[in-house]
Nanobody, 110 residues
Framework: VQLQASGGGLVQPGGSLNLSCAAS????????IGWFREAPGKGREGVSC???????TYADSVKGRFTISRDNAKNMVFLEMNSLKPEDTALYFC?????WGQGTQVTVSS
């Protein structure tokens, strides 16, 4: 199983970033995929999840700003992040079951 997140970077407050997660090694379309984040000094936090049927959930802290989607034909999950805040700064990971991919760093700073 491989999960590779990408798309992070440095952005100013109020800006946007689009994260991608490329998955392989399992029956992608059958499983929910989640995005998590970990900020320095804080525990890992669930950000959003998309079920195999496309049902989405979001942490209260990102509702209305982040949008998760998936493309089963490409085995990919996306996280569109808008109106970014400094408190969104973290290492972002995608997750399937007990598998974690390498994270991508998102830094929101002026």
């Amino acid at each position: 199983v491989q999960l590779q997140a990408s798309g992070g970077g440095l952005v100013q407050p109020g800006g946007s970033l689009n994260l991608s997660c490329a998955a392989s090694g399992f029956a992608f379309a059958k499983y929910a995929i989640g995005w998590f984040r970990e900020a320095p000094g804080k525990g890992r936090e669930g950000v959003s999840c998309v079920s195999s049927h496309g049902i989405t959930t979001y942490a209260d802290s990102v509702k209305g700003r982040f949008t998760i989607s998936r493309d089963n034909a490409k085995n990919m999950v996306f996280l569109e992040m808008n109106s970014l805040k400094p408190e969104d700064t973290a290492l972002y990971f995608c997750n399937y079951m007990s598998f974690w991919g390498q994270g991508t760093q998102v830094t929101v700073s002026s």
